[in-house]
């Protein structure tokens, strides 16, 4: 039998959506150097035509028109309703036979619960008429990464936090992520990064590469996130998993406090992998790291301190549409 899981992030995609900053009330000082950011991500993705089709979402004509001249002509540009530019939390998951899944959301545990956000996910499926089915338990894209096999990475702070699912066990959860998603094999992490307002997730953490193979940050001298780095690899290889390490910004302040900064938060593209940059010592040692890793395509560091306001970066606002 078949097993129909979300393709590996490495697989062909036909498109990928990516959110763009629209309510400047979100991002008052930092929504035009967000916007830049956001711009030159999705040109990196399309790459001069190699990669995917682009698809800029604003969650308002006003957005959409911002969008258009600062893309040119390298993107399509979509009005959709949202609460903030987050996708890979609140768009829909494709699985490998083009149908798709949309799960409750809930703000990360009710720490930003604004309008649009919950359903938005259907709608951008139905515009690629994928047949959506809504899973009515919370979860969000970014909690989760899988290989294409049925191998799944997680971590426990954020599917076990009982401000996403109280009712529902540790196993249920399981069972969950293998009958919506056809995850038969997951490997839980334990806790995310330091000041993470999602609640930790692995996206950020720990990211497949490769059937079998994860990619985890190696830390820095007094990283703030190196026990957290050290025990998720020791959980990785003692599942018998491949562990690539990547290196990590270490510490990263903005107004004085610990941001989750992390070099794990890039996008694999068709032709390029976009890997966020901090102006961290590490910037340059990352992107090579992650080059060695995707030889068929072009690593590409672009900073992303501005999207980082908002709480993710390339990975957190982008949501790719299989093949």
Same mark, same amino acid.
């Given at each position: ?14 498109a990928v959506w990516i959110g763009f900053p629209s ?210 690899? @020791?959980? =990785? $290889?003692? /599942? ?12 990263? !302040? %903005?107004? +004085? ?25 590490? @910037?340059? =040692? $990352?992107? /090579? ?12 560091? !672009? %900073?992303? +301190? ?8 390339f990975h957190c606002i982008s949501q790719q549409i299989?093949?």
């Amino acid at each position: 039998m078949t097993i129909i899981v979300p393709p590996a992030e490495w697989a062909p995609h036909k498109a990928v959506w990516i959110g763009f900053p629209s309510h400047p009330e979100l991002w008052e000082d930092d929504l035009e150097p967000a916007r830049e950011e956001v711009a030159a991500f999705g040109r990196a993705v399309h790459a001069g035509g190699k990669g995917e089709r682009v698809i800029l979402v604003a969650a308002d004509d006003a957005a959409a028109q911002a969008a258009a001249r600062l893309a040119g002509d390298y993107a399509d540009v979509v009005v959709q309703p949202f609460g903030d530019i987050w996708l890979r939390d609140t768009g829909p998951i494709l699985l490998a036979d083009g149908s798709a899944r949309s799960f409750r959301f809930n703000g990360w545990g009710g720490k930003y619960d604004l309008p649009g956000d919950d359903d938005v996910g259907l709608r951008l499926a139905a515009t690629i008429d994928a047949a959506v089915e809504r899973c009515e338990w919370v979860l969000e894209g970014g909690a989760i990464d899988g290989d294409g096999t049925g191998r799944v990475v997680t971590t426990e702070q954020c599917l076990l936090n009982p401000n996403r699912n109280p009712d529902l066990s540790k196993d249920e959860i399981a069972a969950r992520l293998r009958d919506d998603l056809g995850f038969s094999e997951i490997l839980w992490l334990g806790d995310g990064l330091l000041n993470d307002h999602t609640d930790g997730h692995v996206d950020n953490l720990a990211r497949f590469v490769a059937p079998g193979v994860v990619a985890i940050p190696e830390a820095t001298e007094n990283d703030p996130n190196g026990l957290i780095y050290s025990q998720a690899a @020791d959980a =990785a $290889a003692a /599942a018998g998993l491949e562990v690539v390490r990547i290196p990590s910004p270490g510490e990263v !302040l %903005r107004d +004085d406090e610990i941001v989750p900064a992390s070099y794990m938060n890039f996008y694999i593209g068709n032709a390029a992998v976009v890997v966020p940059l901090y102006g961290a010592p590490n @910037d340059d =040692a $990352a992107v /090579a790291a992650v080059q060695a890793l995707f030889p068929d395509r072009q690593a590409v560091g !672009l %900073r992303a +301190d501005a999207i980082l306001t908002g709480g993710g970066s390339f990975h957190c606002i982008s949501q790719q549409i299989p093949a």
